[in-house]
């Protein structure tokens, strides 16, 4: 199983936006490494979101350009000081691949609890568009496959 953990897209400040929805640059950066995604034939079965507007926004592009409309769940728990324990116990018993799209520190957190055990110690650096794939190699097992910063894609 694989696990892809996404950082929503650059959004708006809550002085401009108060739901902060991405912005012009943030929707292409992540088209652009969603694209990128698509093309090198990766399969998720489900892509889970927290409710924020940056959050959605960038899990409707990814499942738009990834064709996976019946995959997209908005899901408690994913907010940016969400503990990850919950969400833990799950990733460990869901059966396909799946994409989490959310926020620091949830996603660093989780990347360090799954990679060292101890969700304190940071371990990726996740830029905004960014995606953290995690491969799991036995029961509670995972390791880093590969990450990409949108700013590396041409």
């Known amino acids: 199983m694989y696990l892809y953990l996404v950082r929503h897209g650059i959004a708006k400040s809550k002085q401009e936006d108060p739901e902060q929805h991405l912005t012009k640059t943030g929707l292409q950066e992540v088209r ?21 507007a940056r959050a959605a926004q960038t899990a409707k ?8 409309e019946k995959g997209l769940i908005q899901r408690d728990g994913l907010a940016p000081n969400d503990p990850i324990k919950p969400v833990q116990k799950e990733i460990d018993r869901f ?3 799946l994409m989490i799209v959310g926020h620091l520190p949830f996603l660093s ?36 496959a590969w990450m990409i910063n949108p700013q590396l894609l041409a």
Request: aromatic share 8%.
């Open 32 to 52: 652009k490494v969603a694209e990128f995604i698509k093309s090198a034939d990766l399969h998720v079965g489900s892509i889970w979101h927290s409710g924020k």
């Open 61 to 68: 592009v990814f499942s738009s350009v990834m064709e996976i």
């Open 95 to 97: 059966p396909k691949n």
């Open 109 to 144: 957190k989780l990347a360090s609890k799954l990679l060292t055990d101890d969700e304190s110690t940071e371990v990726i650096s996740f830029p905004n568009s960014g995606v953290v794939c995690l491969e799991c190699v036995s029961a509670g097992a995972w390791k880093l």
